[in-house]
């Protein structure tokens, strides 16, 4: 309440103070290139990082209640909600978090699929259901949020550079006050972190957003913290693996190069 | 003598870290053709047996296979169960929830007897039998007609005339309700 | 040096094979006794990384064409499905993916091998011109390949170059039409990219065979670009280079594997993780690091047609090297001169790969890196059409050793270290 207040303050002194330049003075560009992303870390970061479990379900769950609504993360599955790697829901829970969530329905025995009053007929989804999206084409989607697409969530981590930490700073970058001179434009929220300072995305986290079944505590940075690892998973189910894989690798090569080296010398003393 | 066996066992020992390495590293390119985790998590369907009235077959879509789901008529079941077992030409269940050497009763055949689920592949050549009801016999047996070669199954299921060697497979399946059962 | 094979069949088995296919002779001959120079050094064995990346691009890609959809529509979800559901998918995708980066910075230190030490001169021109070809086909593969996951770089990078021959004159739009099968890039493009991307490769396979062959007339060059006088001259290929080459291998598998497992998408642009859209174009359109230098090459020039002459020229270039050195010194150890300008090159290269790497209109220390491209540009035409036979005239050779096993086993102390 007292950001939305500062920030309706700030806006309106930023845009009188605008008007009054633009009346005496040619107006000014500003440079809207996107602030870089803020500096936090994350457990799976490094040869060594894993994926928090908590986060992970906690993430699922801000993703489910919140951003579902708008983005799809279409190449997840809900098996993958039981598998190691990831979230490792028991296979009973994913089933359920499935059978909560509604899909198309395939055609029926006449061969429709929409009831009589243009409704898609969905079913429950189960485990070898993808996440649904939330539109039906493009088209819809951008109808929707005032001409802009929200994207596709499952690989968004690896199609940004720094992923994770961009994600993280455009869910808490809404807080900052546009500065003197920038004018948001209609429909478009402020958010230094985006390219430009517009972003079409409405601020979708505050704190208590989502109610934790854990007891954590659900600030806009935990929440962000949350999905963040789970997306970041999303995009990379199979992180654990390949590093738990690259570890024996790596032993393995050095000792194999160090048993060469040895063959290797004792080949040659005798040459030089 | 010393050092030529030393500098032997050093090459032993490198050739075989290395021969190690390759096959372990050979495994993945062979589990790769295995089926997915996508394949595997659509190789089970759940079945909603409500709406099918007695004496009727549903037909679904298993692994890529057609899936027969029958609900069977107390007359059907008794001309099942009047069959001997020795008298047919394949005597085995070929159930998947059993073991290989089950013989082929109408109980091995059918857990619940109202419910005959199969997979309904004709065990000759893989053509879909035809199902036989009261209004359209197909074959004399009242099960399937196989139209590819002629092969005739009864309402167990059971292989009974034609070049077909085996009964109809019976998948897994588990009845998670007393409406619905999960098969796969 | 080839001579006559000494070849023994060991058993019946043997001597019926011998007569029949001389399968184990030709290994015998090739890498068994094969007389080498005994002071091959590490820049020599890339040659045996290279057949090993070779190797590995084929398997892996084969193993990813049984999974992976050439079709516009799904090839994006079908690379997706290799990573997430195909058991050690995700390990088969970045063997390749990295194994491409592998494979060209291993080439490259294999070119730059043969520029130092002259093993481009007489009698071995034509394993140089054979190893351009290999170069050029690696890079048309490269293209075909970085396509098929059908991202936002590989849908924009291939409009970019297939553009590039409409600057032909006449000619240029109905040679990118055809191309592209289609108005522009598209489905039809991806499929017979796909094609072409699993045929090139065992084409490459069929050349690398002669680029070894016609290596094994002459036998190979060394470090210090003098001939085999003597058998002391020389060790069998088995075990003295055999065992090194596997030694190196490993070291090199190493830094492969630290990329696979730790930094995967090191090489990529996080762009192709977008599905590709015809419909917006990405801020900044990049090829993969190995082709960056020939891309700031071709974007430094303003005109589009001598944009793609000069880039074009630039790996054309590459054939008349043999003659364009008129140095009767091979190696650059004994060409002071030579070997400054030698460097020189490599700082050019590595300068045009980096104004590649950037957006067309960026600066470093206010300098617009379009003229660091121009004059990079410059030097490369300029090291091998006026360097090249400049230098090789009026430069004075230091005194180069009277044999290879005088240096290596006789004065070892004065070895030079480079």
């Known amino acids: 309440m007292r950001l939305t207040t500062i920030s309706l303050a700030t806006v309106s002194l930023g845009t009188l103070l605008a008007f009054g330049l633009l009346a005496s003075t040619p107006a000014m560009a500003l440079d809207t290139t996107r602030l870089a992303p803020k500096d936090v870390s994350f457990s799976f970061e490094g040869p060594f990082g894993t994926y928090d479990r908590g986060a992970l379900q906690r993430g699922y769950q801000v993703y489910k209640e919140v951003c579902s609504a708008c983005h799809s993360a279409q190449h997840l599955a809900f098996h993958n909600l039981d598998e190691p790697g990831g979230p490792e829901f028991t296979e009973a829970q994913a089933r359920a978090l499935a059978a909560a969530v509604k899909v198309p329905a395939g055609p029926n025995d006449r061969g429709e699929t929409v009831d009589d009053k243009g409704t898609p007929i969905s079913r429950s989804a189960t485990l070898a259901d993808h996440l649904p999206s939330p539109f039906p084409n493009e088209e819809a989607a951008r109808a929707n949020n005032g001409g802009a697409l929200p994207p596709d969530l499952s690989m968004v981590v690896k199609a940004r550079e720094s992923g994770p930490q961009y994600v993280y700073s455009i869910l808490t970058g809404f807080t900052a006050h546009p500065p003197a001179g920038f004018k948001v434009i209609d429909g478009k929220y402020f958010n230094p972190y985006f390219e430009g300072w517009n972003i079409g995305m409405p601020p979708p986290l505050k704190d208590g957003t989502v109610t934790y079944s854990d007891g954590t505590k659900a600030t806009v940075e935990q929440e962000a913290h949350d999905v963040v690892t789970f997306l970041a998973w999303a995009s990379e189910p199979k992180m654990e693996e390949r590093k738990r894989f690259g570890f024996g690798v790596m032993v393995f090569l050095i000792l194999l190069a160090g048993v060469l080296y040895a063959s290797y010398r004792k080949v040659w003393k005798d040459a030089h | 003598m010393d050092a030529g066996t030393r500098r032997d066992f050093l090459y032993v020992a490198s050739g075989a ?161 007393a409406t619905r059962v999960m098969v796969g | 040096m080839s001579g006559p094979s000494t070849y023994k069949p060991n058993s019946g088995f043997e001597r019926w094979l011998d007569t029949r296919l001389p399968l184990p002779r ?157 108005f522009a890039v598209g489905d039809a493009t991806l499929n017979r990219f796909f094609s072409l991307h699993y045929l090139l490769p065992f084409i490459i396979a069929g050349v690398v065979g002669l680029h070894i062959w016609a290596l094994h007339v002459p036998g190979n060059n060394n470090p210090l670009g003098i001939d085999v006088k003597s058998p002391q001259d020389t060790v069998p290929f088995h075990p003295y280079y055999t065992v090194k080459d596997a030694f190196y291998l490993t070291l090199f598998v190493i830094l492969f594997a630290i990329f696979v497992f730790y930094a995967p998408n090191f090489f990529g642009n996080p762009d192709n993780y977008q599905q590709a859209n015809p419909l917006v174009t990405p801020p900044d359109i990049v090829p993969e690091w190995y082709l960056l230098p020939f891309y700031a090459m071709l974007r430094s020039i303003p005109n589009k047609l001598m944009g793609v002459i000069v880039m074009a020229g630039a790996m054309i270039t590459l054939v008349f090297i043999p003659w364009l050195d008129t140095s009767r010194v091979r190696s650059c150890r004994f060409r002071p001169l030579m070997k400054q300008f030698f460097w020189g090159f490599a700082v050019a290269c590595v300068a045009l790969g980096y104004c590649g790497s950037q957006s067309v209109d960026a600066s470093v220390a206010g300098i617009p890196l379009v003229w660091v491209a121009r004059v990079a540009t410059f030097y490369y035409y300029a090291f091998f059409w006026l360097i090249m036979p400049i230098v090789g005239l009026i430069e004075t050779p230091k005194k180069i050793p009277a044999s290879i096993a005088q240096s290596v086993l006789g004065d070892t102390a004065a070895a030079p270290a480079e």
């Open chain 2, 17 to 177: 870290l290395g021969g190690v390495g390759l096959a372990a590293m050979a495994w993945p390119f062979i589990d790769q053709m295995n089926p997915t985790s996508a394949t595997l998590a659509a190789g089970t369907t759940e079945i909603d047996l409500s709406p099918i009235q007695v004496g009727q077959q549903v037909v679904f879509k298993f692994r890529g296979h057609p899936l027969f789901v029958r609900r069977r008529t107390p007359a059907e079941i008794a001309e099942a169960n009047a069959v001997d077992v020795n008298s047919l030409p394949d005597p085995l269940a070929y159930n998947d929830n059993l073991a290989d050497n089950a013989p082929a009763t109408d109980a091995n055949r059918a857990t619940k007897p109202e419910w005959l689920i199969l997979i309904g592949v004709c065990t000759h050549l893989g053509c879909t039998p035809t199902v036989s009801t009261p209004q359209m016999p197909q074959g004399d047996y009242g099960g399937w007609l196989c139209h590819c070669h002629g092969s005739q199954y009864d309402t167990a299921g059971r292989i009974r005339k034609g070049p077909a060697p085996r009964n109809l497979e019976v998948p897994q399946y588990a009845f998670l309700s």
């Open chain 3, 26 to 182: 030709l290994l015998h001959d090739t890498i068994h006794t094969f007389p080498t120079p005994r002071n091959l050094n590490i820049w020599y064995t890339f040659g045996a990384i290279l057949t090993f990346c070779l190797g590995i691009q084929i398997v892996t890609g084969i193993v990813l064409a049984m999974h992976y959809v050439a079709n516009a529509g799904l090839a994006f979800d079908s690379v997706e499905s290799i990573m997430r559901d195909v058991n050690y998918g995700w390990l088969i995708r970045y063997m390749h993916s990295n194994g491409a980066s592998m494979f060209f910075l291993a080439v490259y230190i294999h070119m730059f091998r043969g520029l130092y030490y002259g093993s481009y001169k007489a009698p071995r021109e034509l394993i140089w011109i054979i190893g351009v070809l290999i170069y050029v086909l690696m890079m048309a593969t490269a293209f075909f390949g970085y396509v098929l996951p059908w991202g936002q770089m590989s849908f924009w990078g291939a409009t970019v170059i297939t553009n590039l021959f409409s600057a032909i004159p006449v000619v240029g739009k109905g040679i990118a039409t055809w191309l592209w099968g289609d």
